[in-house]
C-alpha cells in the first residue's frame, strides 16, 4: 500500500522540487528545480533514492507533516533540526543528516533553515503530479508541485511504503560546500562594460539584499560602469541560471531556478556548474566576491565536485537507531525484535 504524508501545517517557504524541468526554455518554460540540488542528492541518497526523486524544499520555517497510511522513511539535509512526535511518546528531537522511518500517526515538525535553504527527502520520492517530465514547483505560472503553489496546510503527499520494515537507518557526515569566491566565466557581455569595471568586479565584495527568491538575487557594491548608456541595455537574449545581469543602476543581479528565459540586461559573468548550488544557501546581508576561470578550469572544478560528492556518498553507513531513546517513555513495555 502506498505511503501517505498529510501537511498539517505549510509554514513558510517550503515547495517540492526535483533535478528541474530540462528541455523547454525553448518554449518560455523555467527549469526550476532545487537552489541546492548537492544537498537535495544527500536527502534522497540518505533514504535511498536516486537523484531525480522529488523532496521538499526549505527555505524559510520546515512544514509540520503527519503519515496517514504506510511506514515511511526520511531524511534532512541541511543547517536544520526536527522534532518527532509519537503517540503516549514525550517529543525527540531530530538531527539532520540520518534518516528516520516514521509510522501512520506519526508527525514531524520541521524547525526553521538556518542556512539557505535545506531538504526533506522521502522514500521513493514524492509522487504529485509529473509535468513536463518535472515535479518541480513554479510558483509565478502556478506550475508543477501541488497546483503551482508553496506547500499548504491540507495537502496530501503521496510516496512509497517501506514494507517490510527496515530497523536500520542511515547516516552521514554533513556536506558542506567549497569555501572562498564564487566562480564564474566571463561573458557572454562582459564586453559591454568598462575594463576597470570587469577588474572591479572581480576584486570586489558584494553583499546579498533582503531582494531576493528562486527567481534571483540582487548583490550591492561599488557600481559597475558600462561603456554607454545604451551599453545599459541589450537585444533580448537568452539567461540561463547563474548568469549575472547588470542594469542600468550597475549592481549585479545573479539569476537562479526560476529565472526567465530572456532578458535584456548584459551579463557580465556565468557562475560555473560547480558552484550554482552555493547560490542556493545565499542569505541578505553575506557578504560574497567572484573569481573568474577558464572553460577548461570550470569543468575541472565540476569533475572535483562530483568526485568529492561520490566519496561522501560512499561514507553513508547504517546503523541501528537508539530505540529506547526514541521510546524512553515506553521501555517497561517494549520487546526487543529479533535482529
Given at each position: 500500500?502506498?505511503?501517505?504524508?498529510?501537511?498539517?501545517?505549510?509554514?513558510?517557504?517550503?515547495?517540492?522540487?526535483?533535478?528541474?524541468?530540462?528541455?523547454?526554455?525553448?518554449?518560455?518554460?523555467?527549469?526550476?528545480?532545487?537552489?541546492?540540488?548537492?544537498?537535495?542528492?544527500?536527502?534522497?541518497?540518505?533514504?535511498?533514492?536516486?537523484?531525480?526523486?522529488?523532496?521538499?524544499?526549505?527555505?524559510?520555517?520546515?512544514?509540520?507533516?503527519?503519515?496517514?497510511?504506510?511506514?515511511?522513511?526520511?531524511?534532512?539535509?541541511?543547517?536544520?533540526?526536527?522534532?518527532?512526535?509519537?503517540?503516549?511518546?514525550?517529543?525527540?528531537?531530530i538531527e539532520p543528516w540520518t534518516s528516520i522511518t516514521l509510522d501512520a500517526?506519526?508527525?514531524?515538525?520541521?524547525?526553521?533553515?538556518?542556512?539557505?535553504?535545506?531538504?526533506?527527502a522521502l522514500f521513493g520520492g514524492i509522487d504529485s503530479l509529473l509535468q513536463?517530465?518535472?515535479?518541480?514547483?513554479?510558483?509565478?505560472?502556478?506550475?508543477?508541485?501541488?497546483?503551482?503553489?508553496?506547500?499548504?496546510?491540507?495537502?496530501?503527499?503521496?510516496?512509497?511504503?517501506?514494507?517490510?520494515?527496515?530497523?536500520?537507518?542511515?547516516?552521514?557526515?554533513?556536506?558542506?560546500?567549497?569555501?572562498?569566491?564564487?566562480?564564474?566565466?566571463?561573458?557572454?557581455?562582459?564586453?559591454?562594460?568598462?575594463?576597470?569595471?570587469?577588474?572591479?568586479?572581480?576584486?570586489?565584495?558584494?553583499?546579498?539584499?533582503?531582494?531576493?527568491?528562486?527567481?534571483?538575487?540582487?548583490?550591492?557594491?561599488?557600481?559597475?560602469?558600462?561603456?554607454?548608456?545604451?551599453?545599459?541595455?541589450?537585444?533580448?537574449?537568452?539567461?540561463?541560471?547563474?548568469?549575472?545581469?547588470?542594469?542600468?543602476?550597475?549592481?549585479?543581479?545573479?539569476?537562479?531556478?526560476?529565472?526567465?528565459?530572456?532578458?535584456?540586461?548584459?551579463?557580465?559573468?556565468?557562475?560555473?556548474?560547480?558552484?550554482?548550488?552555493?547560490?542556493?544557501?545565499?542569505?541578505?546581508?553575506?557578504s560574497i566576491r567572484f573569481r573568474a576561470l577558464s572553460a577548461a578550469e570550470?569543468?575541472?572544478?565540476?569533475?572535483?565536485?562530483?568526485?568529492?560528492?561520490?566519496?561522501?556518498?560512499?561514507?553513508?553507513?547504517?546503523?541501528?537507531?537508539?530505540?529506547?531513546?526514541?521510546?524512553?517513555?515506553?521501555?517497561?513495555?517494549?520487546?526487543?525484535?529479533?535482529?
Open positions: 500500500m502506498p505511503g501517505l504524508i498529510e501537511v498539517i501545517d505549510g509554514k513558510i517557504g517550503n515547495s517540492i522540487q526535483d533535478t528541474g524541468r530540462l528541455g523547454y526554455r525553448h518554449m518560455g518554460i523555467t527549469v526550476s528545480g532545487c537552489l541546492d540540488s548537492v544537498l537535495a542528492r544527500c536527502a534522497n541518497a540518505l533514504v535511498g533514492n536516486p537523484p531525480e526523486c522529488a523532496c521538499i524544499e526549505i527555505r524559510v520555517l520546515g512544514p509540520t507533516l503527519q503519515v496517514r497510511r504506510g511506514r515511511v522513511r526520511v531524511a534532512l539535509a541541511g543547517d536544520i533540526s526536527a522534532t518527532l512526535q509519537r503517540a503516549d511518546v514525550r517529543p525527540q528531537p500517526g506519526e508527525t514531524l515538525e520541521i524547525g526553521s533553515v538556518k542556512g539557505g535553504a535545506a531538504y526533506l513536463l517530465g518535472s515535479r518541480s514547483t513554479y510558483q509565478r505560472a502556478l506550475f508543477g508541485g501541488i497546483d503551482g503553489r508553496p506547500l499548504m496546510t491540507g495537502n496530501m503527499l503521496p510516496c512509497a511504503s517501506q514494507e517490510p520494515r527496515e530497523y536500520r537507518e542511515h547516516k552521514a557526515e554533513p556536506w558542506s560546500h567549497d569555501e572562498g569566491a564564487i566562480r564564474v566565466m566571463l561573458g557572454p557581455q562582459d564586453g559591454h562594460f568598462k575594463p576597470e569595471s570587469v577588474a572591479q568586479f572581480l576584486d570586489s565584495h558584494y553583499q546579498v539584499t533582503s531582494q531576493m527568491d528562486r527567481m534571483g538575487v540582487r548583490l550591492e557594491g561599488i557600481p559597475l560602469v558600462h561603456l554607454t548608456p545604451e551599453a545599459a541595455d541589450i537585444v533580448s537574449d537568452g539567461v540561463t541560471p547563474g548568469a549575472i545581469q547588470v542594469p542600468g543602476n550597475g549592481q549585479p543581479i545573479v539569476l537562479l531556478a526560476d529565472c526567465q528565459t530572456v532578458g535584456g540586461y548584459p551579463k557580465i559573468a556565468t557562475v560555473i556548474s560547480a558552484d550554482l548550488p552555493r547560490l542556493g544557501q545565499l542569505k541578505p546581508g553575506q570550470a569543468h575541472q572544478a565540476l569533475l572535483a565536485r562530483e568526485a568529492r560528492w561520490t566519496a561522501w556518498a560512499g561514507g553513508i553507513v547504517s546503523y541501528m537507531p537508539d530505540v529506547t531513546s526514541l521510546y524512553n517513555d515506553l521501555t517497561s513495555n517494549w520487546v526487543a525484535p529479533d535482529w
